[in-house]
């Protein structure tokens, strides 16, 4: 009886994991290519307004994250003016 409920517990653990990570996949494949997050975040470091903060690259990378979530073409989001990141990204600044 117990074999049953071991099997039991570990076959839903197991459905979760597959479901959990297709999820995943899915909402990674929505993000931009890696040599666009990486033109970004140098863009994003090496401006005047950001490289002089003490958290510099956090902020940046939080960034990137909700720039990613709000424009998914890349273009879109490379084409953003700092002051436009950093108004979208103010939240970031102290996290």
């Known amino acids: 009886m117990r074999t049953k409920h071991l099997f039991f517990v570990i076959a839903i653990i197991g459905s979760l994991s597959l479901f959990g990570c297709k999820a995943l996949a899915k909402k990674a494949a929505k ?3 890696k040599k ?3 033109e970004f975040l140098g ?13 510099s690259e956090e902020f940046c990378d939080c960034a990137l994250d909700l720039v ?4 998914p073409d890349p ?7 700092i002051v436009e ?7 970031c600044v102290g996290n």
Do not use: H, P, Q, T
């Open 31 to 33: 993000r931009w290519a």
């Open 36 to 38: 666009k997050r990486v």
């Open 43 to 55: 863009k994003c470091n090496d401006s005047n307004a950001v490289k002089f903060m003490s958290d």
């Open 68 to 71: 990613m979530e709000k424009y």
């Open 75 to 81: 273009e879109e989001g490379l084409a953003l003016k």
């Open 85 to 91: 990141v950093i108004k979208m990204a103010k939240d």
